[in-house]
Nanobody
Framework: QLQLVESGGGLVQPGGSLRLSCAASGFTLDYYSIGWFRQAPGKEREGVLCISASGDSLNYADSVKGRFSISRDNAKSTVYLQMNSLKPEDTAIYYC?????????????????WGQGTQVTVPS
């Protein structure tokens, strides 16, 4: 059974850093593109970053450019989201999702499997 589990969220002060992990099981991560998405209270879910099966990254959100980065370790079946210079507006539940396409789609429907999310809180 395909499963994604996020971890690494928490409370961090503005300007701090966190690294989120997305652990995959039940499938071979190598062949999937993985996206990170977030949803803040009262707001629509938005894409953050994606990494393709071949390792190319796609930034979905201008607000995180230069601060967030994505990487993958297929041997560990894990994708990481490194978040630096965190701001209060980064507060959200962060989800990872898997797409069977070998490139990062801009269509959310391309991501068929989702994790349960991990909370990131940056107080103002």
């Amino acid at each position: 059974q395909l499963q994604l589990v996020e971890s690494g969220g928490g409370l961090v002060q503005p300007g701090g850093s966190l690294r989120l992990s997305c652990a995959a099981s039940g499938f071979t991560l190598d062949y999937y593109s993985i996206g990170w998405f977030r949803q803040a209270p009262g707001k629509e879910r938005e894409g953050v970053l994606c990494i393709s099966a071949s390792g190319d990254s796609l930034n979905y959100a201008d607000s995180v450019k230069g601060r967030f980065s994505i990487s993958r370790d297929n041997a560990k079946s894990t994708v990481y989201l490194q978040m630096n210079s965190l701001k209060p507006e980064d507060t959200a539940i962060y989800y990872c999702a898997a797409s069977g396409w070998d490139y990062c789609s801009t269509t959310v429907a391309a991501f068929g499997a989702w994790g349960q999310g991990t909370q990131v809180t940056v107080p103002s």
